[in-house]
C-alpha cells in the first residue's frame, strides 16, 4: 500500500511504500497513475534502479522515445537519455545544459512527451547541501489564475514550438554543436494549441514555454512577443512552483502537460550530477 504526501505545493507529491525495481501490481501502478494525475509531479525517495529496472517500469505507462541526440544517451540504453556535467575521455557523458530554461518534454513535438521518469544517481553537495535543485511550475494552476482577457487571447490560438530556436538560445555565452542536417529535419516548426486540455483530467494547461515558444500566431510581431513574455513571467510565479532538493535515489515522474520545469545550474566540476531520463511518448495536444 502506497502513502501520497502532498509537497504543499501547487504541485508534487512524495510517494512511500513500493519499490520501483520489482513489477509494480495494478492496483498500485493505478494508485501511481491518479497520483500523477492528480499532483503533477510525483518523487519516490531512496529507489535502487539498475539501467533495466528504470525502463521497465517506464514501460508500464506506455511506449518509450529515443531521445534526437543519441550521443547524449547511455551507451546501449537509447532510451535512457543521460543529463550530467561529467567529462569522460574528453567527452561530456550527457547532456551538460538541459533544462536551462523553462519547458516541457519534446513540446516541439507533433506529440509531444505525456511524461518523463528522471533518475538521480549522483548529486553535487556543497557544505552538505544538494546543488542542482529543479523546480516545477504547474500549468494548470497558472492557467487557471491567468485575467480572463488573457485567456480570450488564448482561447483556440495556435503557437509555434521550435525545437531549433530553443536549441540555439544562447546558454552562458558557450556555443552549441551544431545539428546535424539530419538531425534538423526530424525537428520541424510545431503548431500546437496555446492551451491544451488535459487528456486524463480535462484540465486546461498553458502550452507555451519560454524555451521553445517563438510565436502566437494570428498576432502582430509586436503583440505576440509582449503576450509571450508575460505568460513566461506569470508561470514562473513561486505560487505555482515546487523546488524539488535531490537526493541520490530519487526518482521522480512529471506529467509534461501539467508542468513545465527548469533547471538550476549552481554548481560546477568536480562536483558531479548523474541523471537519466526516460521519456514517454504522448499524443498530439488538443
Ligand atoms: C531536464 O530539463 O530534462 C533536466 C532537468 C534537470 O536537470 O534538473
Not at 121 to 138: N, R, V, Y
Not at 163 to 185: C, K
Request: charged share 25%; glycine share 6%; net charge negative.
Amino acid at each position: 500500500m502506497i502513502t501520497v504526501t502532498p509537497s504543499g505545493a501547487a504541485l508534487g507529491a512524495r510517494i512511500t511504500g513500493v519499490d520501483l525495481s520489482k513489477p509494480v501490481d495494478p492496483a498500485t501502478f493505478k494508485a501511481i497513475e491518479d497520483a500523477l494525475h492528480e499532483h503533477e509531479v510525483i518523487v519516490f525517495p531512496e529507489q535502487r534502479l539498475t539501467p533495466e529496472q528504470h525502463i521497465s517500469f517506464s514501460r508500464q505507462f506506455g511506449e518509450l522515445e529515443e531521445h534526437l541526440r543519441q550521443d547524449r544517451c547511455r551507451p546501449g540504453y537509447p532510451e535512457l537519455f543521460v543529463v550530467s556535467n561529467i567529462i569522460e575521455n574528453g567527452k561530456p557523458i550527457g547532456s551538460t545544459d538541459a533544462g536551462f530554461f523553462w519547458h516541457s518534454d519534446l513540446c516541439y513535438a507533433a506529440e509531444p512527451s505525456r511524461g518523463s521518469l528522471f533518475y538521480a544517481h549522483e548529486i553535487p553537495m556543497q557544505d552538505g547541501q544538494p546543488k542542482g535543485d529543479t523546480l516545477f511550475a504547474s500549468m494548470t494552476t497558472a492557467y487557471d489564475a491567468l485575467p480572463d482577457e488573457t485567456k480570450r487571447t488564448l482561447h483556440e490560438r495556435k503557437a509555434v514550438n521550435s525545437y531549433f530556436a530553443g536549441y540555439t538560445r544562447e546558454r552562458n555565452g558557450a556555443p552549441r554543436a551544431a545539428l546535424t542536417a539530419e538531425q534538423r529535419a526530424k525537428v520541424p516548426d510545431m503548431l500546437h494549441p496555446a492551451v491544451r486540455t488535459h487528456p486524463a483530467t480535462g484540465r486546461k494547461c498553458l502550452f507555451v514555454c519560454e524555451a521553445y515558444t517563438t510565436e502566437l500566431v494570428g498576432l502582430e510581431a509586436q503583440e505576440s512577443s509582449t503576450v509571450l513574455e508575460q505568460l513566461f513571467e506569470h508561470l514562473k510565479e513561486d505560487r505555482f512552483v515546487y523546488r524539488h532538493r535531490w537526493a541520490p535515489g530519487d526518482f521522480l515522474i512529471w506529467d509534461n502537460c501539467a508542468t513545465q520545469h527548469r533547471a538550476v545550474i549552481d554548481y560546477e566540476l568536480p562536483l558531479r550530477r548523474r541523471m537519466e531520463r526516460t521519456t514517454l511518448r504522448g499524443a498530439a495536444p488538443f
